[in-house]
């Protein structure tokens, strides 16, 4: 897996995500853990959308799960960002990078997120997968650098993959609760928002999928603090 950093205002690299590499395929689907019988997580169907503005929404809802999801770019323009992405951005492998200016494609992107979700970001890591063994595992983005109460906007271009969430309580061998694992498919061109306070209380992964053949590129937008 390979990563690119962007940010308005040059600084030090955020510290190093509470993430591990997975080698083993994850089979999560919604309700599919055995014994999982607690509340089953609600999804809204789209056109639902109350506080967005905008394409039909997604409404993803469980305990201490708050996410919204869309497409928010059509297939043509969507793949023409991807070609940007693929020919524009220099990836590089490893967790030690330095923070590089914004290019043109990822202030679009960033713009029109902030466009319809109303929230400004100055921070975006970028992960290109270059098939379904890149995978990421089990981890939360709660780095100390990102501001309170500000979401997470995740932008999907190339392979439609699969993203799952799994409550920090429902982890390990003896669990002290019993949650369903809720997966989503993140499509090609799509937004997913994770509003707090998702990341206090739920990982997430993109676990292996030794099927999908194509480059998948996922950019997340975060707010960052200024340092003192």
Known sequence: MDRFLGKEVQGSL????????????????????KGHTRKRPRTDPPGNATH?????????RAEGLDCDYTVLFGKAEADEIFRQLEEKVEYFT???????PWIPVLE???????????????????????????HIGEH??????????????SVSFGACRDFCFRHKDSRGKNPRQKLEVVRLQL???????????TNAHWYHSLPVR????????????RKILPKK
């Open 210 to 221: 030794k099927k999908v053949l194509a480059p998948r590129v996922n950019l997340t937008f």
């Open 140 to 153: 939360r983005d709660d780095e100390r650098e990102l501001a309170p109460r500000s979401p997470i906007a």
């Open 52 to 60: 967005l503005a905008g394409p039909s929404w997604r409404h993803i």
């Open 187 to 197: 499509a090609h061109g799509s937004l997913l928002m994770m509003n707090p306070p």
């Open 94 to 100: 490893g967790l030690t990078l330095s923070p590089k």
């Open 108 to 134: 679009c992107i960033r713009d029109r997120v902030s466009g319809l979700t109303g929230h400004t970001f100055n921070f975006v890591l970028l992960n290109r997968y270059k098939d379904g063994c890149d």
């Open 14 to 33: 955020l510290g190093k995500p509470e993430e591990q590499e997975q080698s083993t395929e994850e089979g999560a689907t919604l309700g599919d853990d």
